[in-house]
């Protein structure tokens, strides 16, 4: 059972353009959500993270927003840069300590120049 | 601060035979998930150990164990291998939990192939 679901393997998207990577969940315990980007070759590394108090968290180019009675996130990258081309694994857990991050299938995103 | 390291980064093995994977964690990092990553499955969680105590256990069979020693280092171990346990063995460290809103920092990962 996936609990969390990437439903688009890729993405390609327009240098300058914004870039939306979404994310849907299923079990309503998890209230820690978290965004990954990983380039081939290399370990994911962590992006932006959101608590479930909050709908909107921002870190310079990117944006995740949080909608709770949807069960869905998404990412924003605005705007979007070649470098930014890698996969995107959305992850999430609840606040207990020990609960294990459950990962998405994640999201190939390419920007084209 | 050096990042979380694992060896070997590549490893051929063949069916039956068994494998052991190395992860040292960030200095000062207590616990240490091992996750298996395989096209279309994404990141599967196999364990989390924290202080040396396995804390959390996903869905796999019994043929992969691991452990972690007082220095927090930690091994996972796959014996008798099947063709389907080639994947990209990725580990990552914490301060405190593998959940909640602690981190996890990621090593480059050990790539497994089974022939």
């Known amino acids: 059972d996936q609990q969390v679901k990437q439903n688009s393997p890729s993405l390609s998207v327009q240098e300058g353009r914004i870039s939306i990577l979404n994310c849907d969940y299923t079990?309503?315990?998890?209230?820690?959500f978290l965004w990954y980007k990983k380039y081939p070759a290399e370990g994911p590394t962590f992006l932006i993270s959101i608590s479930s108090i909050k709908d909107k968290n921002e870190d310079g180019r990117f944006t995740v927003f949080l909608n709770k009675s949807a069960k869905h996130l998404s990412l924003h990258i605005v705007p979007s840069q070649p470098g930014d081309s890698a996969v995107y694994f959305c992850?999430?857990?609840?606040?207990?300590?020990?609960?294990?991050?459950?990962f998405g299938t994640g999201t190939r995103l390419a920007v084209r120049p | 601060k050096a990042g979380v390291t694992q060896t070997p980064r590549y490893l051929i093995k063949t069916r039956g035979q068994q494998v052991t994977l190395s992860c040292s964690p960030i200095?000062?990092?207590?616990?240490v998930s091992w996750y298996q990553q395989t096209p279309g499955q994404g990141l599967q969680f196999l364990f989390e150990y924290f202080s040396e105590t396995q804390r959390n256990k996903g869905n796999f069979p019994g043929r992969f164990s691991g452990r972690q020693f007082s220095n927090s280092r930690s091994e996972m171990n796959v014996s008798t291998l099947e063709l389907g346990d080639s994947a990209l063995y990725l580990c990552?460290?914490?301060?405190?939990?593998?959940?909640?809103?602690?981190?996890?920092?990621f090593g480059p990962g050990t790539r497994l192939t089974v022939l």
């Open positions: 990552a460290s914490s301060f405190s939990a593998a959940g909640g809103s602690d981190t996890q920092y």
């Open positions: 992850a999430a857990s609840g606040q207990g300590s020990g609960d294990k991050l459950t």
């Open positions: 079990n309503s315990m998890f209230d820690y």
């Open positions: 200095s000062g990092h207590r616990s």
